[in-house]
């Protein structure tokens, strides 16, 4: 092995030139003669041989008279971006150097070529097996959320890849980016109500999401000329089941004057591999009527 020389690449292993220091050698120095420059090959051509690759790695031209090289080399980060193969919803990515393993705590700061069209896609790589790429909170990514020609953050967290910076579904969580779910029926949507009993007036069912942002609306006519009171709630049901119910309005009229109320109830902690159904229950609670039900109408925001 040669001495190092300036602009020449230095080795990439130790070959049989190369030893470690003998137990005599570390306690009394090095020793003069011929094993003097294989102990110095040794000694220095590991710590150099690291940090020249590295540098050679992250695509910077080392520069012995410059000393800030390996930082330039940490901070541009380029052994941890890759640009993205594979498909829309599993892709593959090929560091270089390429990992041993996936080790928890690997970054990847990937550049997807297409952006995901499935909920929960997957990344491979350097061909060390396909792990999904999830929230923080384990749920996988939505569609949409690693864009084109954007930069997703990643990090192994030894059974998957956690996005460290989200956007789509923080997106979601305000009016301007959610999605919608809505039913209106227009007129008259029932000519009568039971008298103490829940009638559904409106319905709607939303799979995929983990909060809902309802707002429901209803108008009321009692054609009796006996004042009536009449309310109207929301209930959240899974499957058979009610999660949860809103506050009630309600209101008093009669001689056929058309009243109306507006509900507005939030939904939290829901789980996106369910689906859920908002009813819009009304009650009329005095025997009078008939009691006309107009224009019900439930609107949703939700991820």
């Known amino acids: 092995m040669a001495f190092y020389t300036d602009g020449v690449v230095p080795w990439n292993s130790l070959d ?24 110095f090959n040794w000694t220095a051509g590991w710590p150099i041989g690291n940090i020249w690759n590295m540098l050679l790695q992250s695509g910077i ?26 498909t829309a919803n599993a892709l593959t990515a090929t560091l270089s150097p390429a990992p041993l393993a996936l080790a928890p705590g690997l970054v990847v700061r990937l550049k997807p070529a297409l952006t995901n069209t499935a909920k929960g896609p ?22 949409g959320e690693l864009v084109s020609g ?45 008298y103490n009993a829940e009638t559904v007036a409106q319905t709607i069912t939303v799979t995929g999401t983990a909060y809902l942002d309802c707002v429901a609306y209803v108008a009321f006519r009692n054609q009796d000329s006996a004042l009536g009171n009449i309310i109207g709630y929301m209930k959240l049901l899974q499957g058979a089941t009610v999660i949860s119910t809103s506050d009630y309005l309600g209101c008093v009229n009669n001689n056929s004057l058309q009243t109306s109320i507006t509900l507005r109830e939030r939904f939290f902690g829901l789980n996106p591999a369910l689906t859920y159904t908002v009813q819009l229950i009304v009650v009329k609670q005095t025997a009078v009527g008939p009691y006309n039900v107009a224009d019900p109408r439930i609107l949703a925001l939700h991820e």
């Open 122 to 143: 997957t990344l491979n790589v350097n061909g060390l097996g396909a792990k999904t790429i999830v929230y923080a909170d384990g749920g996988g990514v939505s569609d």
């Open 61 to 86: 031209t080392p520069d012995p008279d410059k000393l800030l090289d390996l930082a330039r080399a940490i901070q541009s980060g380029k052994v941890n971006y890759v640009e993205g193969g594979g």
């Open 16 to 39: 049989d030139n190369t030893r470690a220091p003998l137990s005599s050698e570390l306690e009394g120095g090095y020793p003069c003669g011929e094993a003097d420059q294989q102990l």
């Open 150 to 194: 954007g930069i997703a953050e990643l990090v192994y967290d030894g059974t998957n890849f956690v996005l460290s910076n989200p956007w789509t579904a923080i997106l979601r969580l305000s009016p301007r980016g959610a999605r919608q779910t809505r039913a209106f029926t227009p007129g008259v949507a029932l000519t009568d109500v039971t």
